[in-house]
């Protein structure tokens, strides 16, 4: 078996982890499994396409960073993707999410999303049009590795940048004031609530994070597949399959989920065939639930 | 004249089998309170199941039975049943969401063995020569739709009744217990699970067979046809007309498909031809916002019943007053 799966399982993995984590955040904290996430993703990467697209017609060419497919229009282009769908995320909260969620029927806010996201996916449609669009249409040289594997510069940087996101988050959650806020009302918001933290503020810092991260995690499909509105979509299931998988409410299992999903897909693509690929997170979904429905690192609901 | 007459039997014939498979997510959300975002695939598997059982044999792809329809029916909703009964053992121990997620991923795998499995299901290309009821009337269109819609309001009312039946029989009288207070419902000795696989299993058999009827409809099918965009469409009919109330499903399914068709032809109309796939997603962004606007001001629809509380986890109301109606008033 070749190894180069590695290389791709772990690509297609941190896009699954990075997308996992606002998955898994909103189910531990607002406590419902947001369908819309995938359409954050899409969304996300149009916003950085437009960005980039615009900073292209201010400045004029500009060269890529070294070996790289993208220059700094790129970076500063996520930068404002990111804001844009956190932002775009709290919004779709205080209009649509929050106002159900004070009626408090959990599941109708599942069916909201659901509908929502259609909407969002359906809007994106109608005004990029279905056909696929890319950041760079250059090709990358991608360098041997030894033992068969072979990556471009472009992957390598992708990688240590998820890896460099994750740390953070893991920080941000374990280190700071407003992450242990976070931790606190997912365990027991009433009594978060008692001890006065803002969980009107934990709840906007949870779409933030997991707006900006779907937005990150989108535009790395972007560099590496290509950019269509159903890009996101598609990512649902193995990103549900990723946070059951990791345990719902964590961040390092969520990200472990998504590679693990990862890497199976890699897998499967070499040894069943690549249009089977999507059925891999159906069959781990599936198997999780039936053996330890709890995940990985997952905790017994309180 | 006459070609509205076709027009409008043609167009009833279709709301009507929408309309089935809403009875069938009525069962299962509206009386039961499970939340299927896949229906689409359980539509589909009824469909191949009926289109394997009745096409003539053909080379290349598992059957062609040559079987009459009605037993591609029954065997689409065995099939069906079967399919929907497996996903609820799995996930109805778990938290509600999880058999959303569940049917979410089952609707992608059906999708994608439909498009994959080309030995069993004719791959992206489908099935076509599916045998059509009253094929002999195919000459004087107008009759030959008045028979179809005969046939399908004929299933349409059969399986009304029954709900409406099993809705007050005591089987329905525990899945509402159940649905309101599941503690109460247990604590009488009720086994919570094993109601919610059967409601679950027969929700997925009236979809099961929607799917045969309509494939048997129009007499072609292929995976195109079972994307999640008919999961949204049923999901809105049945939120529209009220969940809970049988008469709500299919009023909420004539009403909605109206305004899909109505809203097609318009933009067919007003949009130049290139411009057609772009103003077709305008039509589902408007009937998104509509399915949100309708949770946010009138959760009830149009005839349902009280609004649904969380089940499983996290009651943070207290217990509403049952409603004394019963789901079907």
Redesign the interface.
């Known amino acids: 078996m070749n190894l180069q799966f590695i290389v791709d399982g772990l690509l297609t993995g941190s896009m699954v982890g990075l997308g996992a984590i606002g998955v898994t955040l909103t189910?531990s904290i607002l406590?419902?499994?947001n369908?819309a996430h995938g359409d954050f993703m899409a969304w996300g990467t149009y916003a950085t396409l437009t960005a980039v697209s615009a900073i292209g017609a201010m400045f004029g060419k500009i060269a890529p960073i070294g070996p790289l497919s993208f220059g700094w229009p790129l970076i500063v282009a996520v930068v404002i993707g990111m804001a844009f769908t956190g932002l775009m995320a709290l919004l779709l909260d205080k209009i649509?999410f929050a106002?159900?969620r004070a009626?408090?029927?959990?599941?109708?806010v599942?069916?909201?999303s659901?509908?929502?996201s259609?909407?969002?996916r359906?809007?994106l449609?109608?005004i990029f049009?279905?056909r696929p669009a890319y950041f760079s249409r250059s090709i990358q040289i991608a360098m041997p590795v030894g033992y068969g594997i072979r990556i471009t510069p472009d992957q390598i940087v992708l990688l240590l940048m998820t890896a460099l996101l994750v740390l953070c988050v893991h920080l941000l959650m374990t280190r700071t004031q407003i992450g242990r806020s976070m931790q606190a009302v997912s365990q027991n918001p009433a009594l978060a609530r008692v001890v006065g933290i803002d969980v009107a503020k934990v709840v906007r810092v949870t779409w933030l994070i997991g707006g900006a991260l779907a937005c990150v995690a989108g535009v790395m499909i972007g560099i590496l597949v290509q950019i269509r509105p159903l890009m996101g979509?598609d990512m649902?299931?193995p990103m549900?399959?990723a946070a059951?998988l990791g345990g719902i409410g964590s961040v390092p299992g969520a990200v472990l989920g998504g590679l693990i999903i990862g890497l199976a897909e890699a897998g499967a693509v070499q040894l069943i065939g690549a249009?089977?690929r999507?059925?891999v997170?159906?069959v781990i979904?599936?198997a999780v639930?039936?053996v330890r429905?709890i995940g990985l690192f997952g905790v017994r609901?309180r | 004249m006459m070609d509205i007459v076709g027009y409008g039997a043609f167009f009833l014939t279709t709301a009507l089998i929408f309309s089935l498979i809403t009875l069938g997510l009525n069962l299962q959300w509206g009386l039961t309170?499970l939340?299927n975002?896949g229906l689409a695939g359980f539509v589909a598997i009824g469909a191949y199941t009926s289109a394997l059982l009745t096409t003539p044999d053909t080379v290349g792809r598992l059957g062609g039975f040559d079987m009459p329809i009605v037993i591609g029916w029954l065997g689409a909703m065995l099939v069906t049943g079967l399919a929907a009964a497996l996903t609820g053992v799995?996930?109805l121990r778990?938290?509600?969401?999880?058999l959303?997620?569940?049917t979410?991923?089952?609707a992608?795998?059906v999708q994608?063995v439909a498009?994959?499995a080309q030995k069993l299901t004719g791959g992206p290309f489908g099935i076509g020569f599916i045998p059509r009821p009253f094929a002999g009337l195919a000459e004087t269109p107008v009759l030959f739709n008045f028979s179809n819609l005969a046939v399908v309001a004929g299933v349409t009312l059969v399986t009304y009744l029954a709900l409406e039946h099993l809705s007050r029989s005591p089987w329905g009288r525990v899945l509402k217990a159940l649905r309101e207070d599941e503690r109460a419902a247990i604590s009488l000795g009720k086994s919570a699970r094993f109601y919610r696989v059967q409601a679950f299993a027969v929700g997925g058999a009236i979809m099961g067979l929607a799917g045969a009827v309509q494939a048997h409809f129009i007499g072609f099918i292929a995976p195109d046809n079972y994307v999640?965009?008919l999961t949204?469409q049923v999901?809105?009919m049945l939120?529209v007309g009220g969940s809970g109330s049988n008469k709500g499903a299919i009023l909420g399914s004539v009403l909605v498909w109206a305004i899909w068709a109505g809203s097609g032809a318009l933009t067919s109309a007003a949009f130049p031809t290139d411009q057609q796939?772009?103003?077709a997603?305008?039509?589902?962004?408007a009937?998104?916002?509509m399915?949100?606007v309708i949770?946010?001001v009138r959760?009830n629809g149009i005839l349902g019943t009280s609004?649904?509380?969380?089940?499983w986890?996290?009651r943070?109301?207290p217990p509403a007053v049952s409603d004394q109606n019963g789901a079907a008033s």
């Open positions: 189910y406590r419902f499994s369908f649509l106002r159900l009626k408090g029927q959990t599941i109708i599942v069916m909201a659901f509908g929502a259609m909407a969002l359906s809007l449609e109608f049009t279905s979509f649902m299931l549900f399959a059951i249009e089977w999507a059925a997170s159906f979904l599936m639930l039936l429905p609901e | 309170g939340f975002v799995a996930t778990l938290k509600s969401d999880y959303a997620i569940t979410f991923g089952v992608v795998v994608l498009l994959n999640p965009t949204f999901w809105t939120i796939a772009r103003a997603s305008l039509q589902i962004v009937i998104g916002v399915l949100c949770l946010l959760p609004p649904r509380r969380p089940r986890f996290g943070k109301q």
